[in-house]
């Protein structure tokens, strides 16, 4: 079945720290791809997607592109602010439901 | 107004009762969930409805028995809540089956003690 592996975490950085948190995905045929993330006390929030391959999505300085080849759906960001601090998910989408990876809890420290 | 809104918003209960969960949306979706955080952070679907018509039903204990009076409501009942039912439970509902595009309410946090 379709299956997302994501970085094990916690990732702690420092601010203004380059950001990758790396996801692969198992699927048939071919699925959209997400990120997803969770701000404490909060429930789940779309960050970004990509829907074929080779897509970039980005968003609030986050960017992650849909990798074929690699089966990889990696998010990056420049500069991380302490604001970014949240539990991040990436995730899989076909066959009417979302399949999530186990979250990446990030913390930036100034 | 919040867009996804469950109530209520934390539950603590004894092993052995039954408890309920709403959940309402007002974005006009079609399509609505029920997902289970556990204390891991893993997020695992239960349930999802489309216009009132269960969609995806996740080998869930029959324990668990959702119900959706319309499709902007869907609501989870349990009966005799068990330790392992303790989680964080989300409601998420979406314009249809396919998109992937989930809006999440803020979860209820079940604790059976």
């Known amino acids: 079945g379709d299956s997302v592996t994501q970085m094990e975490g916690p990732v702690t950085l420092s601010e203004e720290a380059f950001l990758t948190i790396n996801c692969t995905y198992t699927?048939?045929?071919?699925?959209?791809l997400f990120w997803y993330v969770q701000y404490p006390g909060e429930g789940l929030q779309l960050l970004l997607k990509?829907?074929?391959?080779?897509d970039k999505g980005s968003n609030k300085g986050f960017e992650a592109t849909y990798r074929k080849e690699t089966t990889s759906f990696h998010l990056e960001k420049g500069s991380v602010q302490v604001s970014d601090s949240a539990v991040y998910f990436c995730?899989?989408?076909?066959?009417?439901?979302?399949?999530f990876g186990t979250g990446t809890r990030l913390t930036i420290i100034p | 107004d919040t867009a996804v809104s469950q109530t209520p918003k934390y539950l603590v209960t004894q092993m052995g009762n039954d408890k309920s969960i709403k959940c309402e949306q007002n974005?006009?979706?079609?399509?609505m969930y029920w997902y289970k955080q556990d204390s891991k952070k893993f997020l695992k679907i239960m349930f999802s409805?489309?216009?009132?018509?269960?969609?995806i039903n996740e080998t869930v204990p029959n324990r668990f028995s959702p119900k959706s009076p319309d499709k902007a409501h869907l609501n989870l009942h349990i009966n005799s809540l068990e330790l392992g039912d303790s989680a964080v439970y989300f409601c998420a509902s979406s314009p249809g089956q396919d998109t992937g595009e989930l809006f999440f309410g803020e979860g209820s946090r079940l604790t059976v003690l």
């Open positions: 995730a899989l989408g076909g066959n009417e439901k979302l399949t």
């Open positions: 990509a829907t074929k391959a080779d």
């Open positions: 699927a048939t045929g071919y699925p959209s």
């Open positions: 409805y489309n216009n009132k018509e269960l969609i």
């Open positions: 974005l006009g979706h079609d399509t």
